[in-house]
Nanobody, 122 residues
Framework: QVQLEESGGGLVQPGGSLRLSCVASGSIFRIYDMGWYRQAPGKQRELVAGITSAGSTNYADSVKGRFTISRDNAKNLVYLEMNSLKPEDTAVYYC????????????????WGQGTQVTVSS
């Protein structure tokens, strides 16, 4: 069993900051890419930021320069530092990890967290 659990969401004023965390737990053999996605009401889920196990990152154009993704491989953690938040950043943010579990060594599977709400409003 593998689980991803997000934390750190909440209500913040425009221009404010939040830091999201996601921890992967369970019977994990190896984690490859990790990332953050978001889904606003009435919209499709979209990639916000991704990070490889080697630390290479990529960002959606809408968050470049404002958001920073990082990870702690030893602790199976991934973070999303969000600065200069805008109302349009309001969404449920989901953690994603591509990993191999001890039950299916050799098969890379995508896992998702349950999401954390981020609301940017005055």
């Amino acid at each position: 069993q593998v689980q991803l659990e997000e934390s750190g969401g909440g209500l913040v004023q425009p221009g404010g900051s939040l830091r999201l965390s996601c921890v992967a737990s369970g019977s994990i053999f190896r984690i490859y890419d990790m990332g953050w996605y978001r889904q606003a009401p009435g919209k499709q889920r979209e990639l916000v930021a991704g990070i490889t196990s080697a630390g290479s990152t990529n960002y959606a154009d809408s968050v470049k320069g404002r958001f920073t993704i990082s990870r702690d491989n030893a602790k199976n953690l991934v973070y999303l530092e969000m600065n200069s938040l805008k109302p349009e950043d309001t969404a449920v943010y989901y953690c994603n990890a591509h990993l191999v579990s001890n039950y299916n060594v050799g098969i890379i599977t995508a896992y998702w967290g349950q999401g954390t709400q981020v609301t940017v409003s005055s």
